[in-house]
Each structure stands twice: as structure tokens, then as C-alpha cells.
């Protein structure tokens, strides 16, 4: 059984350039190879936090639920748009649960944060959630680039109610990735430690896969040259 | 023989009921008396998401997305079909041109395109384009009717009247077009009282201005005549009063879809 690999899943090859920046072009390229999810990879992945990075329980949280929403809005879309109907009734089921927890975790994080909470993002996923192939192998990607994030953020919520829910979004997290690897034939525990990741560095893979953008400009001063 | 049996069961049951009442009398082992006083409790976690969120209704959902650069809209997902017309990424008022999706579909080569309605004459025109000529797919749950018998726009969101507002629209020779078209932007603060506080630009055009500076779309708008609407009046566009503009300002998001009927 061949492993999934990061060259699988990168569109236009961001995440592979968001790891050279993060660790180098040697270590990319030996990555682009290395199974997803592997000891070899995420070691490779644990790049040091920046020096003094302080960071509160709100920007954790903030970055928690951009994440999030990220998430639920890459299953809503392929579902809305006929992405998931196209489906064996096993991988339907699958990206539906999916979804749905995705949309439970944005809105408890929402309320959670209240006024605090980060304005909504626009996402453009290009072609990752047209296809069954590219919504699965992206899936898999960001539900194990998810789990390696809340392994390395929960330790450093400084409330412990908050480090507990998140414990508990993180066990969750981890049997989606499961469930995903699982759906594709792959090893649903590819190996005995899961590595964590720093929250600098899941920001810079995922402005690397250029899924957050800035909203289309669409009012303007202009005088409208409308037919009147 | 059966007397004996029975007096060896009663015998059992006797010594198993003595052992049970000298447990339970007893104090647990030290190492799980220490086990039970070292555990602490568990953490309550500070929120819990409660019940997973199913998709909602997707009945009066439309998905829209902007060109990413100008691209040649064909009649089939084929890059090699017949061009239907060309989209450029802006508009003439400088924003970000928008299409609505109407499908989606793959070439022979397993390529994502969309099926998208065109803002361009003849009204109604629809093509294909490749997915990555377009951003980041959005969407709305709001839909403008607009009557021209009845001079009268209603805004709907989720299939719900939110507005309903009188309008004027296109003079005998310049009617306003009817079909299904779109919001593609919104214009605010411009100098020109004609045209009210807010003008919405839709993917509708006037067959007949089509040398209208900027192609001759068709505007939603307000007004510096309000005595004019409800009436037949202008030169295709839809003309409200400027209360009514600027409540649906607030309520009618771009990429809203226009029936004009």
C-alpha cells in the first residue's frame, strides 16, 4: 500500500513552499516525498517557536476558530456544491460528519470569543474541493495538519477549562484524521507520536496554500454609468 | 443423594456470603487507598460544542465567485469549444467582475470548470470556464424580484419576504430587460444626485444602450426624482426611492440573484 505523500496534496505546490520557507529547500524537497503524517515528516515539521511568542488565550483561540472555519467551510462548499453527492455512500457519510462537527467547533468558538472573535475570512480552495479525489486528499491533509496544530497550542492556553475543551476538540480532530486516512486506504496511525506543530508555523503552511484571501473588491465611489 | 447435593450448595452459598461481608468490611489494599487519594478530578472544560451541525437547507442558496483574470467563457468544458463570449476580471466601475455558478463539471482531461451565467448581450447567455480562472466560490441566500407589470420589487432571503418596495422602471422603446441576472457591485458616495445614495450594478443590459459609456448595464438605484416612482420612466434602469435604496443597501448582499419578469 502506497502512502499519501505531500506532493498528493499540494496545490500548485504551496505547502511544499510554505516548508522551504519554514525549513528550508533541502528539507522540502526530502518532505515532498516523505508520507504525510510519518515521524520522518513531522519531526522534519517542528520548527522552533519564534522567540518570545507570547501569545494570550484569545489569539489561540482566534487562530483556533480561523482554522475552523476553514475547515467547516471547505466541507460545506464540496456538500452545497455537489462535491460530497458525487461520493460512495461510505465517503458521504464521512465528509457529512465531518462537516457537521466543523460547524459545531466554529460556532461554540464564535461564542466562546464573542466580540473578540476575528472577523470571517474569505477562502478560495481553487480546484481542492472539486473533485472526490482532490476534497479527500486535501481533507486528509488538514485534518492531520489540524491535529498536529492543537497538539502544540493546547499546552500553552494558560486557563485550564479552555486547555481541557480543547483537549477535547483535539481527540475529535484526531479521529477525523483517522477516519480520513482510513477512508483512502491509508494507515489511520501512521506512526506512535504525533509531533506537535507550532502555531507560527501551521499560520505559515496555511498562508502557503493561499485557501485565505482577501475579499473581491466589489463596492466602489465610482459615478455609476448605469442606463438610468 | 439429592439431600446431600443440597446441603453441599447451602454449605457454598454460606462460606461465598461470609467472604463477601468480610470484603466489603474491610479497607482497600494501601497502594489503592494512596491510587484514590493521589487522582485528582477531572478538568471541566470551559465549553463544549454540543450536537454536530447538519448542512442546512440549500433551496434558495446561490454561489457566486469573481474572475480572477479575463477568460474566454465557451460553450462546453472543453477548452477547445466554441467561445461564447469573454470575461474580463473587472467591472466598468473598477470592481471585481462576478459570476453566478449554474454547474460544475470536469473536461476530458479531469479538469474542474463551472457553468456560469455571463454578463453580456444577448441577456441570459450562459458558458464555461476553467475553475481556476475564478477565486474563492461565496454565497447568499437573498434573491430580488423585480414585476415590471406590477412597477414593485420584493426581496426575499431564504424564500422569506424581507422588502417590498415600488420601483420605476425602462419608458416604452427602452424596457427594462427581462430574465435572470445578478448584483455584481455596489457604488456608494459618488457625485451624482440622479442616482440616489447607493447603485447596485446587475449583469443585466439594455439591448438598446449599447453605447452607453459603460455598455449600458442595468443599475438598481435611488433617485433625486422620487415623485417619478412607481412609474415607467427611465432608460432600463430600476429607480426606487432613496429609503427604500437604502434599505435594501443593508439587506442585499452582492451576488444576489435579479429575476426580472
Known amino acids: 500500500m502506497r502512502e ?7 496545490r500548485d505546490e504551496a505547502l511544499t513552499e510554505a516548508v522551504a520557507e519554514l525549513c528550508g529547500s533541502s528539507r522540502a524537497e526530502f518532505l515532498r516525498t516523505a508520507a504525510l503524517g510519518s515521524a520522518a515528516m513531522l519531526g522534519a515539521l517542528a520548527t522552533p517557536a519564534p522567540a518570545s511568542a507570547a501569545v494570550s488565550d484569545v489569539d489561540i483561540l482566534n487562530f483556533g476558530l480561523l482554522f475552523e472555519r476553514l475547515q467547516a467551510t471547505f466541507y460545506t462548499q464540496a456538500d452545497e456544491l455537489g462535491t460530497v453527492a458525487s461520493m460512495s455512500a461510505a465517503k458521504q457519510r464521512w465528509a457529512e460528519t465531518l462537516g457537521a462537527h466543523e460547524r459545531a467547533h466554529v460556532r461554540i468558538i464564535k461564542q466562546v470569543l464573542g466580540p473578540r472573535a476575528g472577523p470571517r475570512p474569505a477562502f478560495d480552495f481553487g480546484d481542492a474541493n472539486e473533485t472526490d479525489a482532490a476534497f479527500t486528499k486535501t481533507a486528509v491533509a488538514m485534518e492531520d495538519l489540524t491535529v498536529a496544530l492543537l497538539t502544540g497550542v493546547t499546552p500553552q492556553v494558560h486557563d485550564r477549562g479552555l486547555t481541557a475543551a480543547l483537549m477535547g476538540l483535539l481527540t475529535v ?5 483517522a477516519w ?6 491509508e494507515t489511520p496511525a501512521p506512526q506512535a507520536f504525533d509531533e506537535p506543530r507550532t502555531l507560527h508555523s501551521v499560520r505559515g503552511t496555511i498562508a502557503r496554500t493561499r485557501f485565505v484571501v482577501a475579499r473581491p473588491k466589489t463596492g466602489s465611489h465610482r459615478t455609476p454609468g448605469y442606463t438610468g | 443423594m439429592i439431600r446431600r447435593r443440597a446441603a453441599v450448595l447451602v454449605g457454598l452459598v454460606a462460606i461465598f456470603t461470609a467472604i463477601g461481608v468480610l470484603r466489603a468490611g474491610s479497607p482497600p489494599p494501601a497502594a489503592v ?9 477531572p478538568v471541566a472544560p470551559a465549553f463544549t460544542p454540543g450536537p454536530p451541525r447538519p448542512l442546512g437547507s440549500t433551496a434558495h442558496l446561490t454561489h457566486w465567485a469573481p474572475v480572477r483574470h479575463t477568460v474566454v467563457a465557451r460553450t462546453d468544458p472543453d477548452a477547445a469549444a466554441t467561445g461564447a463570449a469573454t470575461l474580463d476580471a473587472t467591472t466598468p466601475e473598477g470592481t471585481r467582475n462576478l459570476v453566478v455558478v449554474l454547474d460544475r463539471g470536469v473536461d476530458a482531461g479531469g479538469h474542474p470548470w463551472v457553468h456560469v451565467q455571463l454578463p453580456v448581450l444577448p441577456n441570459g447567455t450562459t458558458g464555461w470556464v476553467p475553475r481556476r480562472a475564478l477565486g474563492g466560490y461565496a454565497d447568499v441566500d437573498t434573491r430580488l424580484v423585480v414585476d415590471v407589470a406590477r412597477l414593485q420589487a420584493t426581496l426575499y432571503r431564504d424564500g422569506r419576504v424581507l422588502q417590498r418596495s415600488p420601483v420605476a422602471v425602462g419608458m416604452p422603446g427602452w424596457d427594462t430587460p427581462l430574465g435572470e441576472f445578478y448584483v455584481r457591485n455596489r457604488l456608494t458616495r459618488y457625485r451624482s444626485p440622479m442616482y440616489g445614495p447607493v447603485a447596485f450594478g446587475t449583469s443585466a443590459r439594455s439591448p438598446r444602450a449599447t453605447d452607453w459609456p459603460a455598455g449600458g448595464f442595468v443599475g438598481i438605484h435611488g433617485t433625486d426624482r422620487p415623485e417619478l416612482v412607481p412609474g415607467r420612466v427611465s432608460h432600463g434602469c430600476i429607480r426606487m426611492r432613496n429609503a427604500d435604496i437604502v434599505a435594501l443597501a443593508r439587506r442585499m448582499p452582492v451576488g444576489t440573484p435579479v429575476t426580472i419578469r
Open chain 2, 33 to 41: 487507598r494512596a491510587t484514590q487519594h493521589a487522582l485528582p478530578p
Open chain 1, 180 to 185: 480520513a486516512r482510513n477512508i483512502i486506504h
Open chain 1, 173 to 177: 480532530e484526531a479521529r477525523h484524521a
Open chain 1, 4 to 10: 499519501l505523500t505531500l506532493k498528493d496534496v499540494d
